[in-house]
């Protein structure tokens, strides 16, 4: 089971930017599904998440209304709409497969490799 996120680059404040977790080896309908997300310096912090067997997402007040988890059926994957970036938002983002929409990090796993989200004029 491997997971691999993907989407990150340069966007200005303000601007929008999608990251997607690819699958291989599971299927998506089944785990839940968190977008995690770490900055410089600082721990790792739980974004959202997506349990598509329950029709179930949440999402960390800080992106709540700007952010938007979704499930792609056609590609697999699971995407974050990332909308009115901030530049507290650059982080280098991760996602990873767990038994409900767990906040804890410890909770999931496997976990892929991040891609790096920059919000930066």
């Known amino acids: 089971v491997q997971l691999q996120a993907s989407g990150g680059g340069l966007v200005q404040p303000g601007g929008s930017l999608r990251v997607s977790c690819a699958a291989s080896?599971?299927?998506?309908?089944?785990?839940?599904i968190g977008w995690f997300r770490q900055a410089p310096g600082k721990e790792r912090e739980w974004v959202s998440c997506i349990f598509p067997r329950l029709n179930t997402t949440r999402y960390a007040d800080s992106v709540r209304g700007r952010f938007a988890i979704s499930r792609d059926y056609a590609k697999n994957t699971i995407n974050l709409q990332m909308n009115s970036l901030k530049p507290e938002d650059t982080a280098v983002y991760y996602c990873a497969a767990a038994g409900a929409c767990y906040h804890h990090d410890y909770l999931y796993t496997p976990w892929g490799q991040g891609t790096l989200v920059t919000v930066s004029s």
């Open positions: 080896g599971i299927n998506l309908d089944y785990p839940a």
